[in-house]
């Protein structure tokens, strides 16, 4: 018996772990929405390489790695956009999430600063 209530508890904990990290994603979910919205607020635009973070990382926390080829040579702004979501391709979708919602908040507070 008491094996048996050993099993349970230590199943009990390891649900209890999944619920927590499922809620922490849920959390970061919502946070990257609400500060990809936040960005299209801001009164500055951001500059072609600040854009072009976001773009990747934005990419990378939706989408994954990359999974379409490289624009070709003519092709230069799309082919930038491709080359920075590639640039991201080791992170995972919470590590870009987060790093997204971080260049946010960057942008924001410079946003402010300028104001």
Known sequence: MDDEAGKRGATAKKKSRRKNRNREKMGLQ??????????????????NEDLLILYGLYKQATVGPVN?????????????KWDSWKSYEAKSKEEAMSDYITKVKQLMEADTASS
């Open 30 to 47: 919502e946070d990257f929405e609400q500060h990809a919205e936040l960005v299209k607020t801001l009164k500055t635009k951001p500059s």
């Open 68 to 80: 379409t080829d490289r624009p070709g040579i003519f092709s230069m702004k799309e082919r930038a």
